[in-house]
């Protein structure tokens, strides 16, 4: 029996089942590409987002990264920038109560003023009781040109008046404050404490509880050569999220170590850790006969995994000093320890004296 042959395929029928069964194994779903093309979108548009809110920090620094609640009263035209008792010759001695001089006649809107024009912290007659509001806010300057002193927005001086704080200095004197952070140690406070008594510089250093007991031999150096040594809370809270129970144990608990530690009683002074604040925290803490301490001048000096050279730093402090400067430096910083003996010498050839912040005492 024969067998009828099969009748081959035209090579060109067979080149296009060819392509068809290869586009049926490689195609995509439509649904599946939209699906990717819109996942690809939202990746670029989040690197765009993480990207820019990176410049943005960095090109208009505030201590915690955060735009200021309050701008309401920014001058126009002008970027923002931000930007932790005892003897006489102890000028860790700066007994509670007293009030500091205000370096604008403005803050007299909102706050009594005695003869001299010093603010005495308590609101003028008629002025609102209502409770102190909770509104979280970031302490900023605005760095003035030619070494005048920075722009202040006037809430913020109002609430400095009535509360007591300490930020800035007259703009009358080239008298100027030099401040440290020190939450931790990396091994340059002792170098630092080294350049202040070599150039006979007082300083106030602001101290955690951990600290204090972690570096006790440190504390009691600071302490014995005059320097000021304030609060800077026992575990470094932002004080707008917490009660006012809490901030009292912050307080409480790193005196009780200063005082275990130095047989002294710590200043009433204290630094909000990242310049966070509110009226509310203020209220608190002059409830507890603390009075805040903010600044004038700051720097992105506190990261130790991307220091400024010390060349940097000599320039910002140097670039941007003005009379009454209340300074805020990080103990933790290489590039603070070695540029400060320049920085005191080239401020001293300019006409500056360093003073201790009892200077803000009546």
Not at 332 to 361: C, H, M, R, T
Request: aromatic share 8%.
């Amino acid at each position: 029996m024969s067998t009828r042959p099969k009748k081959k395929a035209h090579p060109s029928k067979v080149s296009r089942e060819k392509t068809r069964s290869h586009q049926r194994k490689t195609a995509v779903p439509a649904s599946v590409a939209s699906i990717r093309l819109r996942l690809y979108s939202y990746i670029f548009l989040a690197v765009i987002l993480v990207f820019g809110l990176t410049i943005g920090g960095y090109a208009c620094w505030y201590p915690t990264g955060h735009t200021p609640s309050d701008t309401s009263d920014t001058p126009s035209g002008v970027a923002q920038n931000g930007n932790n008792r005892g003897t006489e010759t102890q000028t860790n001695s700066l007994p509670s109560g007293t009030m500091p001089k205000t370096s604008s006649s403005s803050d007299a809107s909102t706050t009594n003023l005695d003869s001299t024009g010093n603010s005495n912290g308590n609101p003028v007659s008629g002025a609102s009781e209502e409770p102190p509001s909770a509104k979280r806010l970031v302490w900023y300057y605005v760095p003035g040109k030619n070494h005048q002193q920075p722009f202040i927005p006037q809430s913020a001086r109002e609430l400095m008046a009535k509360y007591n704080g300490i930020y800035l200095g007259s703009p009358d004197a080239k008298r100027i404050y030099l401040t440290f952070d020190a939450g931790y140690e990396m091994g340059y406070t002792a170098t630092i404490l080294d350049t202040l008594a070599q150039y006979q510089v007082k300083a106030a250093f602001f101290v955690t509880k951990p600290f204090i007991t972690s570096h006790p031999e440190l504390v009691k150096r600071m302490v014995a050569e005059g320097h000021v040594v304030g609060s800077h809370t026992a575990t470094h809270p932002d004080l707008t999220t917490i009660s006012e129970e809490k901030i009292d144990k912050e307080l409480e608990t790193t005196e009780a170590a200063f005082l275990a530690a130095t047989g002294q009683p710590l200043a009433r002074l204290v630094r909000p850790p990242n310049g966070t604040y509110s009226e509310k925290v203020l209220a608190t803490l002059h409830s507890l006969n603390y009075r805040p301490v903010f600044w004038s001048m700051a720097f992105r000096d506190w990261d130790v995994k991307n220091q400024p050279t010390p060349a940097k730093i000599f320039q910002d402090v140097t670039g941007n000093i003005h009379p009454g400067a209340v300074i805020l430096l990080h103990n933790v910083s290489s590039s603070n320890a070695q540029a400060l003996p320049n920085i005191i010498v080239e401020l001293k050839k300019q006409g500056y004296e360093f003073a201790p912040l009892s200077d803000f005492l009546q």
